[in-house]
């Protein structure tokens, strides 16, 4: 094995703007985003979070994530040994023009949130015929 296999990846805790009135921690999570001709996919980690539990929403361009774990279940955790902390997810991103709002659409499977945001039509390859 390599060194690199053996680290372990930590979570990044969010930088909060403003005041929170709850002590709680909330984490950026992991995103890969993959393009083809018609969309973008996004698959977005967000480890013990449940499909009633995320939030997706979209205000003046801005795509926002969260996902809030049920922190109930972790009252009497009292861990030996522990390799990331516990809390929710939180991540924006800003969409341009090239995307067609109207028509994305979310998912949520074992932990992973999978969005597909289809682009507009006008910025889509399109072959053009030559006569």
Excluded at 56 to 72: C, F, Y
Excluded at 78 to 90: C, K, T
């Amino acid at each position: 094995m390599t060194k690199q296999e053996l680290e372990i990846k930590r979570k990044n805790e969010l930088e909060k703007k403003g005041e929170y009135t709850k002590a709680e921690k909330i984490f950026t999570p992991d995103v890969d985003i993959y393009e083809n001709d018609e969309a973008l996919m996004m698959e977005v980690e967000m480890p013990g979070v449940k499909k009633g539990s995320v939030e997706v929403n979209l205000d003046n361009n801005m795509l926002s994530l969260r996902g809030k774990i049920e922190t109930s279940e972790y009252t009497d955790y009292r861990p030996l040994y522990g390799e990331y902390n516990i809390g929710h997810y939180e991540r924006v991103f800003e969409l341009g023009e090239k995307i067609n709002q109207e028509k994305i659409k979310a998912n949520m499977e074992d932990g992973v949130l999978y969005l597909t945001i289809p682009k507009a039509e006008k910025v889509k390859p399109r072959l053009i015929e030559v006569r």
